[in-house]
Nanobody, 124 residues
Framework: QVQLVESGGQLVQAGDSLRLSCAAS????????MAWFRQAPGKEREFVAF????????HYVDSVKGRFTISRDNAKSTVYLQMNSLKPEDTAVYYC?????????????????WGQGTQVTVSS
């Protein structure tokens, strides 16, 4: 069955870096566009970053541009989110997702496969 398993979330201080990983199984990973979303307490799930199936196309929400980098290793069926210069407002549960529907890349409705999430907490 399809599985997306995130890891790497933890409590860090403002200005620190973290790398999140998402290991995929149960589907042909290299055929799928992937994305990271996040959800803070009391807020809606928010698009963070997108990467095309080959890795050549990426998109980011404005608030993380220049600080976060999405990448993928199709040989390992893994997508990554490198997060630098973390801020308290980055605190959220981070989810990886695989796009299964041809809707806009930042629309969570385009993603049919989701992981369970990993908690990132940034203290000030």
């Amino acid at each position: 069955q399809v599985q997306l398993v995130e890891s790497g979330g933890q409590l860090v201080q403002a200005g620190d870096s973290l790398r999140l990983s998402c290991a995929a199984s149960g589907f042909i990973f290299s055929d799928y566009d992937m994305a990271w979303f996040r959800q803070a307490p009391g807020k809606e799930r928010e698009f963070v970053a997108f990467i095309g199936s080959s890795g050549s196309i990426t998109h980011y929400v404005d608030s993380v541009k220049g600080r976060f980098t999405i990448s993928r290793d199709n040989a390992k069926s893994t997508v990554y989110l490198q997060m630098n210069s973390l801020k308290p407002e980055d605190t959220a549960v981070y989810y990886c997702a695989a796009r299964t529907v041809r809707r806009y890349f930042n629309d969570h409705g385009a993603y049919g496969y989701w992981g369970q999430g990993t908690q990132v907490t940034v203290s000030s």
